[in-house]
T-cell receptor, first 113, second 114 residues
Framework: NAGVTQTPKFQVLKTGQSMTLQCAQD?????MYWYRQDPGMGLRLIYY???????DKGEVPNGYNVSRLNKREFSLRLESAAPSQTSVYFC????????????FGQGTRLTVV | KQEVTQIPAALSVPEGENLVLNCSFT??????LQWFRQDPGKGLTSLLL???SQREQTSGRLNASLDKSSGRSTLYIAASQPGDSATYLC?????????????WGAGTKLIIKP
């Protein structure tokens, strides 16, 4: 089982450049999430999608946009990268209901110089 | 606002010891609590999920407890091994503005010395 697949694994951007992080899951989950992880902090939610066609802001959405292309895919776009967006980004998905586990991708390590 | 704290931030113990990792949360209105493991440069792997109505869950050498009223959970690792070295994160599931949301602790980095 592939689970949750993220691409790319590593990326270096110059300030002001744009890029899209891709995420796909093959578990037929409705809910998908984008988090960022910074040293000494817990994961912080950027955006989430409760179902195909819907997206909502999380705790730290500024500077990001998302697209829920279909049930499988949820992409995160940085329109104009800033050094403050240097972080490790994780995509996750969950099945329906309260007591279902979350599954995570391997992460994208992004550096903005 | 729900806050999740994990203390200590790092822990180093000799192989073979039993150990306890702590997780505390400020609001007892949670649906469940989950423990995850993160290896360096990797994603997160779910270890145990404790529903709000449960007191504990066990998987192999791992046992997680939940005391909702006091806002605490512990992850007990028996007979620790070097392969247990990783960062352990806890997260509580709450209701956000319109959907379930996981609120995360910052993690405990565990090193098991051979």
């Amino acid at each position: 089982n592939a689970g949750v697949t993220q691409t790319p694994k590593f990326q270096v951007l110059k300030t002001g450049q744009s890029m899209t992080l891709q995420c796909a899951q093959d578990m037929n989950h409705n809910s998908m999430y984008w988090y960022r992880q910074d040293p000494g902090m817990g994961l912080r939610l950027i955006y989430y999608s409760a179902s195909e066609g819907t997206t909502d802001k999380g705790e730290v959405p500024n500077g990001y946009n998302v697209s829920r292309l279909n049930k499988r895919e949820f992409s995160l776009r940085l329109e104009s990268a800033a050094p403050s967006q240097t972080s490790v980004y994780f995509c996750a998905s969950r099945g329906p209901g309260m007591n279902t586990e979350a599954f995570f991708g391997q992460g994208t390590r992004l550096t903005v110089v | 606002k729900q806050e999740v704290t994990q203390i200590p931030a790092a822990l180093s113990v000799p192989e073979g010891e039993n150990l306890v990792l702590n997780c505390s949360f400020t609001d007892s209105a949670i649906y469940n609590l989950q423990w995850f493991r993160q290896d360096p440069g990797k994603g997160l792997t779910s270890l145990l999920l404790i529903q709000s109505s449960q007191r504990e869950q066990t998987s192999g050498r791992l046992n997680a407890s939940l005391d909702k009223s006091s806002g605490r959970s512990t992850l007990y690792i028996a007979a620790s091994q070097p392969g247990d070295s990783a960062t352990y994160l806890c997260a509580v599931l709450t209701m956000g503005d319109s959907n379930y949301q996981l609120i995360w602790g910052a993690g405990t980095k565990l090193i098991i010395k051979p």
